[in-house]
């Protein structure tokens, strides 16, 4: 069946510092990939998200690249900030076009 | 707000008991589901509505988990007879029309059975 796999957290990093969060999915077709971002008490909200092989998602300083070939949407952001401590869900669509599948989410802490 | 919401935010029952969880979603939008989030897990999808089309029921867990929706407005979830492994939190989405669209998650309700 469909599945995501995210490295597990939590993922501590310093301000400034490199951040990748891995993610790879099982490949059924060329779904659409996600990243969803929960901050401390509020809500899942969509980050960034690529609609097929080799689109490059981007926000907020943040990019993930589709490769079919090793089935991976790593996210990746070159200069973390307090602010996106956060906990992070990668996802995928579901053939039907509807529902969703995501992994466990890793949590990210950044201390200044 | 325009957002998706949830009520209650929070809810506290006991073991055997029967809770129904609300949701709005985003006014206009057709398309509403139903995820679970359980700790140290991830979502786990329950169920999606989608305009007057019967709703996918596969994610549900057991038959003491049910859901309805009036039109392309408010949903409830129900869950009878309350088991501590339902403690989760009960997240609520919709999505413009379904195909493949973004999916705009509310707050969630944390459910903790006691």
């Known amino acids: 069946g469909n599945s995501v796999t995210q490295m597990e957290g939590p993922v501590t990093l310093s301000e400034e510092a490199f951040l990748t969060i891995n993610c790879t999915y099982t490949?059924?077709?060329?779904?659409?990939l996600f990243w969803y971002v929960q901050y401390p008490g509020e809500g899942l909200q969509l980050l960034l998200k690529?609609?097929?092989?080799?689109d490059k998602g981007s926000n907020k300083g943040f990019e993930a690249t589709y490769r079919k070939e090793t089935t991976s949407f790593h996210l990746e952001k070159g200069s973390v900030q307090v602010s996106d401590s956060a906990v992070y869900f990668c996802a995928r669509m579901n053939s039907g076009y509807s529902t969703l599948t995501f992994g466990k989410g890793t949590m990210l802490l950044v201390s200044p | 707000g325009a957002g998706v919401s949830q009520s209650p935010s929070n809810k506290v029952t006991e073991k055997g008991k029967d809770v129904e969880l609300r949701c709005d979603p985003i006014s206009g939008h057709t398309a509403l589901y139903w995820y679970r989030q359980r700790l140290g897990q991830g979502l786990e999808f329950l169920i999606y509505f989608q305009g007057n089309s019967a709703p996918d029921k596969s994610g549900l867990p057991s038959d003491r988990f049910s859901a309805e929706r009036t039109g392309e407005s408010v949903s409830t979830l129900t869950i009878q007879r309350t088991q501590q492994e339902d403690s989760a939190v009960y997240l609520c989405a919709s999505s413009f029309s379904g195909r493949g669209e973004t999916q705009y998650f509310g707050p969630g309700t944390r459910l903790l059975v006691l």
């Open positions: 690529a609609t097929k092989a080799d």
């Open positions: 490949a059924t077709g060329y779904p659409s």
